[in-house]
């Protein structure tokens, strides 16, 4: 299964990588979404413990009413710049 993806990252004290936001899709999903209905939903959870932020899920659904996973994201939060 093939994957699809970009991040953007900011360099931290003592030269760490700090992710800021990232984004993946899966090659099914791709070719799934040519069969879905023109609208889109983006829904999201908190993420606890070691990993803060939040995921965020974008699905639409398909001419038989099935939701179909578009792509997902992990972000600092729901704002518009995520």
Known sequence: MSCSGFGTARSGKEGNVIFKRLFW???PCIDG???CK???????????DKYKGMLLVV??????NNIIPIAFAVVKGE???A
């Open 25 to 27: 899709t899966f090659k």
């Open 33 to 35: 979404f040519a069969f």
């Open 59 to 64: 699905v639409a659904q398909d001419g038989r």
């Open 79 to 81: 704002t518009s710049d």
């Open 38 to 48: 023109p609208i889109v939903q983006v829904d999201g959870t908190f993420l606890y």
